[in-house]
């Protein structure tokens, strides 16, 4: 296989575009197929396995095995080396297979004679469908372009045999059972409520109708047509958001999404493998496969989730070049069921026919469910198997509540969710009765009720909550998606548009907390082993002093005339405070140099989440002018538990004495210190929580939108002369959490938990 050139992948491919364009049954084809690349990469032996029922890899084809072993060798996924190519989705060259852990004997395919594998997997919409391998009978290395080359082909195979519904779906997945019964999934709810519908498949896979092309220069001119076509519908998309108040929350959204359309690095890769002799879809396939498989293998999940908005992009492309539309028709109680979706594909639905969404994959910070927020769609995520279990037209009852789907309910269980759909309608209509009353308790005490906002779209939740201010503005959400942070104009604007969007409450600036290999990092960053504890947030920033400067000097552009209030994440050292204090300084002083506009007022803060602060809070206190508990950090170091570890999710509890009393130190000691606190973590959201810090002594909560109201009407009810004591009384106990004798002390009072 030396010495292959890029002429000779052409003409390896435009025969396997002759095969496979021929006739005969898929079988005879698939024959032909696997000689042709035996004979073409000059190896002894070809195999294509394909995925069947139960994750196992059937030998489908082969050019040199027995052919005895075809469609009775079988191998599980992480069984052997064809197994581990399948389990990671990724290549394997060896010059030497029977040396690896991993090989597995099987004397029937034959297979004593040939000593090195090169295998790939064959990737069609973004699955694993089976593995293509070329064997050598002589011990021999293969290189980079050799393994690239048989990707390539593999990706060819791969459309060939979905064109050709090789192994149909019935076949490759496993029954349900009975189908008549009602099957409960389970998955992560990204934003609540409860839809009831149909199912909707959405297929953004556009089938590949030519691989190989005729001419690189053709296919090259289409390429960048069809990139000027996806510009136009991205600007159109975010033209269409102005005067449309649901829009305003996601346009920053669109206008980053803008930006990643012109990625040169993107479209250069396409480039790359157009001139290599594929046409323009197959390349932007190609290269969007091959960055999958890549990002699969990050452990970040904000960076793989970001594998959305290229899916989405790259989809969007690949329909472009096929001529076709987005939008489909759906029924008039459509839910949407997909592997994952991009915020863009979303908003070409009908949103009023849209009544839930079902993503096997994504996360809270995916761009998507910031959209599906945006509209009030229930969100299910994480749903194992919900492609090969939901069938397009299966009725569904979404309960984005409790993170369930429930396929083909009965009458009953329809009836229910009727029922409790009704009871939370009622349930917002009270919050919304308490929507002006102060968050005070029945004893008079006030708190401050803040909300934590990350996007435009966050800050609606300002009028609908009717909440104090913005407590948290978390200000790398938007960016998370770019290679690098935008220029100090673009920044100052989406910072003006936040303090327009608060309309004179106060809003507290988070500067970038971001992973060591998320956005404007050096390239080549080597991938961290603890990323949650690694290279970031305010680690990065004062590393990078520039990014801080350029953010620190659109904050305090965006705030003059207005009042300034920024803090620092992660803080882990006092210096570490006083350096980010010092930059912002320097940046202050710039700019009244320059003759800028004063903010009306300055306020500096850090964030308490790293627990070595809970030792310097004395000498933090004389150099801060505030200090916002970040829960959500702060227990996971704590506890030394991930915070996005679902088996952990329930071991340790913010209600824990330990927590308590590490709370009721810090605010002994920022009282002492005389500085300002608040909390912005999860745990200010939730009702019992919220109790518990009240009585603790906190009066400035900062939680999400969907939080306010209950804890506004938590509070309403407590007398705090009441529940403190019985907090307080509680801080020794040797239980795990108070969680529970909290909720019968609320129970017994009738407090509104
Ligand atoms: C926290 O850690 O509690 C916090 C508020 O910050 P984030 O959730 O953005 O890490
Ligand atoms: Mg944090």
């Given at each position: 296989m030396s010495g292959f050139s890029a002429a000779d992948l052409r003409r390896m491919l435009s025969r396997l575009r002759d095969v496979m364009a021929g006739i005969g049954a898929v079988q005879e084809r698939l024959d032909k197929v696997v000689a042709l690349i035996a004979n073409d990469l000059r190896a002894d032996v070809c195999s294509c396995y394909v995925m069947r029922a139960g994750e196992v890899l059937e030998l489908f084809a082969t050019f040199g095995l027995s052919q005895k072993a075809v469609h009775s060798t079988r191998l599980r996924v992480g069984e052997g080396l064809v197994g581990e190519i399948a389990a990671h989705a990724r290549p394997l060259a060896l010059a030497d297979a029977w040396s690896h852990p991993q090989f597995v004997y099987r004397p029937e395919t034959g297979e004593d004679f040939f000593r090195s594998l090169m295998g790939v997997p064959m990737i069609q919409a973004g699955?694993?469908?089976?593995?293509?391998?070329?064997?050598?009978?002589?011990?021999?290395?293969?290189?980079?372009?050799?393994?690239?080359?048989?990707?390539?082909?593999?990706?060819?195979?791969?459309?060939?045999?979905?064109?050709?519904?090789?192994?149909?779906?019935?076949?490759?997945?496993?029954?349900?059972?009975?189908?008549?019964?009602?099957?409960?999934?389970?998955?992560?709810?990204?934003?609540?409520?409860?839809?009831?519908?149909?199912?909707?498949?959405?297929?953004p896979h556009i089938r590949i109708g030519r691989l190989v092309s005729d001419d690189p220069v053709v296919e090259e001119q289409r390429l960048q047509t069809a990139l000027d076509t996806l510009r136009k519908e991205v600007d159109a998309l975010i033209d269409s958001t102005h005067g449309d108040d649901f829009a305003d929350g996601y346009r920053d959204i669109l206008e980053v999404y803008r930006m990643f359309a012109d990625d040169r690095g993107w479209i250069s890769r396409i480039s790359e493998v157009i001139a290599s002799g594929l046409t323009a879809e197959a390349a932007v396939q190609k290269v969007h496969d091959d960055t999958r498989v890549r990002m699969m293998q990050v452990n970040d999940p904000i960076l793989r989730e970001r594998l959305q908005d290229l899916d989405d992009l790259a989809n969007r492309l690949l329909s472009i070049l096929a001529g076709g539309g987005m939008r489909a028709e759906l029924?008039?109680?459509?839910?949407?069921?997909?592997?994952?979706?991009?915020?863009?594909?979303?908003?070409?639905?009908?949103?009023?026919?849209?009544?839930?969404?079902?993503?096997?994959?994504?996360?809270?910070?995916?761009?998507?469910?910031?959209?599906?927020?945006?509209?009030?769609?229930?969100?299910?995520?994480?749903?194992?198997?919900?492609?090969?279990?939901?069938?397009?037209?299966?009725?569904?009852?979404?309960?984005?509540?409790?993170?369930?789907?429930?396929?083909?309910?009965?009458?009953?269980?329809?009836?229910?969710?009727?029922?409790?759909?009704?009871?939370?309608?009622?349930?917002?209509?009270?919050?919304?009765?308490?929507?002006?009353?102060?968050?005070?308790?029945?004893?008079?005490?006030?708190?401050?009720?803040?909300?934590?906002?990350?996007?435009?779209?966050?800050?609606?939740?300002?009028?609908?909550?009717?909440?104090?201010?913005?407590?948290?503005?978390?200000?790398?959400?938007?960016?998370?998606?770019?290679?690098?942070?935008?220029?100090?104009?673009?920044?100052?604007?989406?910072?003006?548009?936040?303090?327009?969007?608060?309309?004179?409450?106060?809003?507290?600036?988070?500067?970038?907390?971001?992973?060591?290999?998320?956005?404007?990092?050096?390239?080549?960053?080597?991938?961290?082993?603890?990323?949650?504890?690694?290279?970031?947030?305010?680690?990065?920033?004062?590393?990078?002093?520039?990014?801080?400067?350029?953010?620190?000097?659109?904050?305090?552009?965006?705030?003059?005339?207005?009042?300034?209030?920024?803090?620092?994440?992660?803080?882990?050292?006092?210096?570490?405070?006083?350096?980010?204090?010092?930059?912002?300084?320097?940046?202050?002083?710039?700019?009244?140099?320059?003759?800028?506009?004063?903010?009306?007022?300055?306020?500096?803060?850090?964030?308490?989440?790293?627990?070595?602060?809970?030792?310097?809070?004395?000498?933090?206190?004389?150099?801060?002018?505030?200090?916002?508990?970040?829960?959500?950090?702060?227990?996971?170091?704590?506890?030394?538990?991930?915070?996005?570890?679902?088996?952990?999710?329930?071991?340790?509890?913010?209600?824990?004495?330990?927590?308590?009393?590490?709370?009721?130190?810090?605010?002994?000691?920022?009282?002492?210190?005389?500085?300002?606190?608040?909390?912005?973590?999860?745990?200010?959201?939730?009702?019992?929580?919220a109790l518990a810090l009240i009585a603790l002594g906190f009066r400035n909560l900062s939680m999400s939108a969907a939080g306010i109201g209950p804890v506004r009407a938590a509070i309403r009810s407590a007398v705090l002369a009441d529940l403190e004591p019985f907090v307080r009384s509680r801080l020794t106990s040797p239980e795990t959490s108070l969680r529970e004798s909290l909720r019968a002390f609320a129970r017994d009072r009738g407090l509104s938990v």
């Open positions: 699955r694993v469908i089976g593995v293509l391998v070329v064997q050598t009978r002589e011990e021999r290395p293969f290189n980079d372009w050799e393994v690239e080359t048989l990707e390539t082909v593999a990706m060819v195979i791969a459309e060939l045999m979905a064109a050709s519904q090789i192994v149909r779906r019935e076949e490759l997945f496993q029954a349900e059972g009975n189908a008549l019964l009602h099957v409960r999934l389970t998955g992560v709810s990204l934003h609540p409520g409860v839809g009831i519908g149909v199912a909707v498949m959405h297929k029924p008039d109680n459509a839910i949407l069921v997909c592997r994952a979706i991009g915020p863009t594909e979303l908003l070409d639905y009908d949103r009023r026919k849209l009544k839930g969404l079902v993503m096997e994959e994504g996360s809270p910070t995916m761009h998507a469910a910031v959209v599906a927020k945006a509209l009030d769609l229930p969100v299910v995520a994480q749903v194992q198997g919900a492609l090969n279990r939901i069938d397009a037209l299966d009725q569904i009852v979404l309960d984005a509540n409790a993170g369930q789907v429930v396929l083909r309910p009965s009458e009953e269980v329809v009836d229910l969710y009727m029922a409790a759909v009704e009871a939370r309608t009622k349930q917002k209509a009270a919050y919304a009765a308490i929507r002006d009353l102060p968050a005070v308790t029945r004893d008079g005490v006030k708190v401050t009720l803040n909300l934590n906002a990350g996007f435009l779209l966050d800050m609606h939740g300002l009028t609908e909550t009717n909440a104090d201010g913005i407590g948290l503005y978390r200000t790398e959400m938007p960016f998370l998606a770019l290679p690098q942070l935008p220029d100090v104009k673009t920044q100052e604007t989406l910072y003006k548009q936040v303090l327009d969007g608060a309309g004179g409450r106060p809003v507290t600036f988070r500067t970038l907390d971001v992973g060591g290999d998320k956005i404007a990092a050096s390239s080549g960053q080597a991938p961290e082993d603890n990323p949650a504890m690694g290279w970031r947030s305010i680690r990065l920033t004062l590393d990078r002093p520039s990014l801080l400067r350029q953010q620190l000097r659109a904050l305090i552009k965006a705030t003059a005339g207005r009042h300034l209030r920024v803090m620092f994440p992660m803080i882990a050292t006092v210096s570490e405070f006083q350096a980010a204090r010092r930059i912002f300084s320097m940046e202050l002083d710039r700019h009244y140099k320059q003759g800028g506009r004063a903010p009306l007022s300055v306020k500096v803060g850090s964030m308490l989440e790293v627990p070595s602060l809970l030792w310097q809070l004395d000498s933090l206190a004389k150099c801060t002018d505030f200090i916002s508990i970040g829960t959500n950090d702060l227990m996971q170091f704590v506890f030394a538990a991930d915070r996005g570890n679902t088996r952990l999710a329930n071991r340790y509890d913010t209600l824990s004495p330990a927590v308590l009393n590490m709370l009721a130190s810090v605010i002994a000691r920022c009282k002492a210190g005389n500085v300002e606190l608040s909390v912005c973590g999860e745990m200010a959201g939730a009702p019992l929580d």
